[in-house]
């Protein structure tokens, strides 16, 4: 169904609905008809003003694509879902034209329904008018606005006081199939009832058998459900979401998940100790640089990780590998028995890095589905459990993973690896890990991995806004004020105490005996711990002269050098000719090359920050000489920001046309936009970097999900690679065969994370890490 038929369909069920509740009955019946004559005549005043819109958007959003076998981006990711919003009221009407005459019809209820998606639609008009300020202040192929002023903050502003709770009452989930939308119901069901109970310091397990009791009604209230969903996510901390996601951690629904996945022979929980080794230089094997145990914010201490292997293989029943295993409890995880057979070590070898925000889950959460890929892979997978913020900020995470990943390569014999092959593989914050392990790998001059595969990776951790990150709307497991939590806790720059909340109160809530009045919630303090980092620096060392390193690694690590980032996390540069000091250990750190969380160490005056590099080295744009067609397509739909009204004085401009105003909250968010340095910095933004340290990457296969707020991220970080000629494949998870029901086509298919979790479970995930598998 094209867009003109789509519109014309709602405009003739909306007017014959209207005209049939307008005879005028009386009583609750005659209130519910007006209400429902009401909702259809907004429902037709909103799409009178959308459908021009989409019609522009349809005709441009193309241009912004990775490539025109890949029609992604988040404008297009916009118009689908309001197309799909759409087709709901259109099949709601439909349904009310077939069923309004029958005895059992329920005109109250059906009224709720159709003034929910009113509002939804009042919400989608107000996001794609920023949508299409987007489209005035970007650039031509960008879909970032690179600034966390103007624009981004206004997003930020709208955010903080647009009504959300309409997108998780009635409409919850509706831009998905029908399929997911149950599971997404019971996430926000168990979520509300979940932050009705928590408390500070109180087990997961704990909270949610209170939750249990609690929860009835949010299931049978849509509107009450809606109202909780966003007091909890506009105002509860990182502590509560941590706590929340890590219900899977607990050790009966762990257990439950190990006993209906596949069974592995070897399932190792590790704990490595922090000892100072070297490894040899990959341009020059006589040259071997020092790596030392990671010490940003905590100190030193053992990096955890998870062995899975679904042979056993040689070494991976070794005293020193046992003497590193640490106690989980329950069952033995290494399984022994008098027939199990031995292989030879595979000479492939995955890492991977989990999700969760970089707050929360560990390899336990993840396990299921490396145990499937163990099996169909036919390799061992180390898992790495690094240290989660807000206790341990950037950039402990990548300093444990790093770590993790040049212990694998010394300690190859006791994985069952030979050493030959290695991928690095991650979701959301871990396909972040992936990509700045391998620029450190890069940076320190040690062997880079074969190959990358991330899943929907967070590669701008900036508040710049993005028409895929508009979406953070009306996510269900990603919205704004959550997702902003998290970044800024990575940062270090998160608040350090918990808000205190008074529960909201509506009409909807005064009508209905079912609403009860939460307690505050106690105010608490996150104790951050902010230590003086050590100053260890890893230093190279050869007995003899080096070779000359080749021209590829020497460029990345001079481009690293040359740098200079703006952050607290950057050492003063260091020599880096290894004629220098030619009877002597030979230093081949340039400056990241050190201990990226140094704070001894002050910024050089004359170091430039990194958005006063020239524009070549970090830009986002790949078309010098624009179209001038493509310049008046956009033009079309692009609109500046608005007038305001003559004589008056706000705080903010107007952020949308005169006459038109999307519906507030009750209760406003408290968001900031935060300008710290620490989330420009490459390692944290691998976005942000210079393509001089892009080029040193291997091949990066980037899986994304079309309704996912990541979604930008992705297409531009797989736009950078590709403009530098670095080998980049770009794919999204399928879904023709879960698309809507009622002839929608891919307009409410799922592309969510747990979609691209099942895509990477099946058997595409083989030929995503074909390579490891390559002369296996």
Known sequence: MDTKAVFAALYGVCEENAAFFSGGAKG?????????VEAMKQIQEHARSLEPVISGFANVYHHFDFDPHIPANGYRSLVKVVRCCLLHIIHKGRYITANRRS???????????????????????????????MLHDNSHGNLFFQDESGLSESFVREYASMHKGCFYGRCLGFQFTPAIRPFLQTIAIGLVAFGENYKRHQSGIGVAASSFFTSGKYAIDPELRGTEFDRITQNLDVHFWKTFWNITETEVLSSLASMTSTQVKVNRALSVPPATFDLPLAANHRASVTIAPPSAHIGTAPVQMRLISYDLREG??????????RSEGGAISLSLGLKTKRLPSSPCLLIHFHGGGFVAQTSKSHEPYLKSWSQDLGVPILSVDYSLAPEAPFPRALEECFYAYCWALRNHHLLGWTGEKVCLAGDSAGGNLCVTTSMRA?????????????????????????????LTLMDPLLPLSVLSRCLSAYAGSGPQTEKQVEKVSTLSLVRRDTALLLRDFR?????????????????????????????????????????????PHTDPPVPTDLSEFPNRKLSVKSQTCQNLGSHNNPIPSSAPLLSERAPEDVSFFFAKDEDPS??????????????GE?????????????????????????MKVESSPVVKDPFCSPLLAPDSMLKGLPPVHIVACALDPMLDDSVMFAKRLRNIDQPVTLEFAPSSHRTHPQSHGSTASWNGPTGVCQHLQGKPVLSLLAPLREES
């Open 630 to 643: 493509v310049i008046t397509d956009l033009s079309s739909v692009a609109i500046p920001p608005p007038a």
């Open 316 to 325: 991976q029943d070794s005293e020193t590998l046992l003497s590193l295993s």
């Open 523 to 567: 105010q608490g303090a996150s104790n951050w711990i902010h230590s003086l980092l050590d100053s260890t620096r890893a230093s190279a060392s050869t007995s003899t002269a080096p070779e000359a390193p080749t021209e590829a690694t020497d460029a990345v690590r001079k481009s690293i050098s040359e740098a200079n980032i703006s952050s």
């Open 103 to 133: 005895i059992f019809f329920r005109a109250a209820h059906n009224a709720g329904e159709m003034e929910a998606y009113c509002n939804a639609l009042c919400q989608l008009r107000a996001l794609l008018y920023l949508a299409q300020r």
């Open 646 to 670: 003559e004589g008056s004085q706000q705080e903010h401009p107007r952020e949308f046309p005169l006459g038109f105003e999307p519906l507030r909250s009750e209760q406003l968010a408290e």
């Open 442 to 470: 890069a940076a320190f001059g040690v062997r880079m991995p074969d190959g990358i595969v991330a899943a929907y990776p967070a590669t701008l951790l900036t508040a710049y806004a993005s028409p895929s990150r508009l």
């Open 28 to 36: 609750s019946q005659g209130d519910a008809a007006r209400r429902l």
